[in-house]
């Protein structure tokens, strides 16, 4: 049986990352993983999830299973975090899910067996496992246009014009905040519209929502997802703890579903649990109860949400830097967007070659596309990446 196995295509970041180790040079920059590091280049355990832990370490009493869909605090926790008053709790179902990227599988199970024709759309460029578990899925897929590599911001045009060919029963995924890869992101009148056609069409919104609070602020990054989950008739949100809690490796996740109609509710939860029950049983708890306790508490609640703020000010910070030195270099504004995107990463909108060449010359590590993490710079290496820029002509 092994033997009729087809080799599969190796993950382009995981081989980034090899690379980088291999890189003997001590100017070496990494900017392809997705994880925030700090100025040291650490990922690190934030104040309150430490605390947390302890509180579960000496409080938590057994180790046994909880229930399909995870902890109901869990899910309370995060409703009120990603929704707020926006929707009423009775409709809403959820289901804890390993990482975001589970409950981003999870959602394209439930879209295909709602609805075996259904088209998603996806926008161009999106996350790489969204196209990735689609296809695996065998789920139809149509790009939308989104990013505008001249300006570096969105294509809105092109993209209302893309998604006006959504039929009743598609679905449009759409990123919350902090778009990955690009840091270009819909203002909210913009997202007025985007809404104003779903709901013409007749597409089911869905929003991946992994990085909130790493752009504008814990509220301003929820607003869009907000609005769209009050304004139409059904939507699916998938949402990651891993970046804002910083809990990568303990892959806490959740699945959303939101429908106007209460009456749905106990199909659409019975829908998720029976998922989860055929894909992993039951949701992995360390996590969700972690997060669980700092959202429960308004001391850990409030430390959490504080160095949250440094972080994602920190991000701001090195933007600004790296947009700043990059004018500087160049003599122009043509960098402006680096500090007008928001969330860890932001796209150059360069070629494979010169991206080659940065990597080659420089050592500086980028996904192919352009694609830099944002927070693996510091206020060192910011303006050795923006000389590096100008050298290989960007």
């Not at 969204?130 to 939308?144: A, D, F, N, Q």
Request: aromatic share 6%; hydrophobic share 40%.
């Amino acid at each position: 049986m092994f033997s009729s196995l087809k080799e599969q295509p190796a993950d382009k970041i995981l081989q980034l990352m090899q690379l980088y180790k291999e890189d003997p040079r001590d100017t070496k920059i990494d900017l392809g993983v997705g994880v925030y590091k700090n100025a040291e280049g650490v990922t690190p355990v934030m104040r309150a999830v430490k605390a947390a832990e302890r509180k579960v370490w000496e409080e938590q009493t057994t180790k046994s299973y909880v229930g399909l869909p995870g902890d109901p605090a869990y899910g309370d926790a995060m409703i009120d975090l990603v929704l707020g008053n926006a929707v009423a709790r009775d409709l809403v179902s959820a289901a804890a899910t390993p990482g975001g990227t589970g409950a981003v599988r999870q959602a394209f199970e439930m879209i295909r067996m709602a609805n075996a024709d259904a088209r998603v759309f996806v926008s161009n460029p999106t996350w790489p496992n969204h196209v990735s578990i689609l296809k695996y899925l065998g789920i139809p897929m149509v790009e939308y246009r989104y990013f505008d590599a001249d300006t570096g911001g969105v294509d809105f045009d092109g993209m209302m014009a893309d998604l006006g060919s959504a039929k009743p029963g598609d679905v449009v995924l759409l990123h919350g905040c902090c778009h990955n890869p690009t840091g270009a992101n819909l203002n909210m009148t913009q997202w007025q519209e985007v809404v104003t056609l779903l709901n013409r069409t007749g597409a089911i919104p869905m929003i991946d929502i992994a990085y909130q609070g790493f752009g504008e602020g814990l509220d301003e990054d929820a607003a869009a997802t907000r609005l769209v989950a009050a304004s139409c008739p059904e939507t699916l949100i998938a949402a990651s703890c891993s970046k804002n809690f910083g809990v990568y490796r303990e892959r806490t996740g959740i699945l959303m579903a939101v429908a106007q109609d209460s009456g749905l509710r106990a199909l659409t939860q019975g829908t998720l649990n029976y998922l989860n029950r055929q894909n992993f049983s039951f949701p992995p708890d360390h996590g969700a109860r972690v997060v669980t306790t700092i959202l429960q508490s308004p001391e850990l609640r409030a430390d959490w949400a504080a160095e949250l703020e440094d972080v994602r000010l920190s991000m701001l910070g090195l933007r600004e830097q790296l947009a700043g030195e990059l004018q500087r270099l160049s003599g122009s504004d043509r960098f402006a967007f680096l500090g007008q995107h928001r969330g860890m990463f932001s796209r150059l909108g360069t070629s494979p070659e010169m991206v080659e060449r940065l990597r080659a010359e420089h050592g500086i590590y980028m996904v192919g596309d352009s694609r830099m993490n944002i927070a693996g710079l510091n206020q060192t290496t910011a303006p050795i990446l923006a000389k590096a820029i100008i050298d290989v002509g960007i």
